[in-house]
């Protein structure tokens, strides 16, 4: 299957600092990628819609100023955690779409833990 | 409503007990089906996609197939490394909704 990278695999940070968590599709060119979080042995929460070279779209309930997304490129997406708080703690999960059959291809994520 | 669920939410199985797993959906306009596993503490691996009511398709000791109402994987001869959380996912619309997935546990 498709290969879809995250970058870091785990961060440790203090309350009130930013983390970016990096996301990357490496066998194919993603209009379209996807952020998740998941909490310990509950299933996937879609947070936001990340489209290349447009604002990303927000799932209700998830703060877009919290949560900045950037699609720059076609095989990159960032989402950066502003003022992370202890609460924002959680597994950050992206995936990519493959433009073809539309079968999301996931990265490794992100295990954030704000202290 | 539209909505996607999993049943059993887990299943022990002995090594080698075949059993199925079944993903329910309620949804207008199925643009296609897709089956994951997740092992813990890593993203989800993708396993199937189905787009139509009668299809199949197998890997391995996995076979998901795909009816207009639900969608069931089968396992056949399951060993230990097979243990992990199995989801579907429903593409509907502009829609991708994952289902709370079912725990698998093969004891050897």
């Known amino acids: 299957g498709a290969v879809v990278s995250q970058h870091p695999s785990w961060v440790i940070c203090k309350s009130g600092t930013s983390v970016k968590i990096e996301c990357r599709s490496l066998d194919f060119q993603a209009t379209t990628m996807f952020w998740y979080r998941q909490f310990p042995k509950q299933s996937l929460m879609l947070m936001a819609t990340s489209n290349e070279g447009s604002k990303a779209t927000y799932e209700q309930g998830v703060e877009k100023d919290k949560f900045l997304i950037n699609h720059a490129s076609l095989t990159l997406s960032t989402l950066t955690v502003t003022s992370a708080h202890p609460e924002d703690s959680s597994f950050y999960i992206c995936s990519a779409r493959d433009p073809i059959g539309e079968t999301q291809y996931f990265g490794p994520g992100t295990r954030l833990l704000v202290l | 409503e539209d909505q996607v669920t999993q049943s059993p939410e887990a299943l022990r199985l002995q090594e080698g007990e075949s059993s199925s797993l079944n993903c329910s959906y309620t949804?207008?306009?199925?643009?296609?089906l897709f089956w994951y596993r997740q092992d813990p503490g890593k993203g989800p691996e993708f396993l199937f996609t189905l787009y139509s009511a009668g299809e199949e398709k197998e890997k391995e000791r996995l076979k998901a197939t795909l009816t207009k109402k639900e969608s069931f994987l089968h396992i056949t001869a399951p060993k230990p490394e097979d243990s992990a959380t199995y989801l579907c996912a429903v593409h509907y619309g502009q829609n991708f909704v994952f289902g709370p997935g079912t725990r698998l546990s093969a004891l050897p």
């Open positions: 949804v207008s306009g199925l643009r296609g």
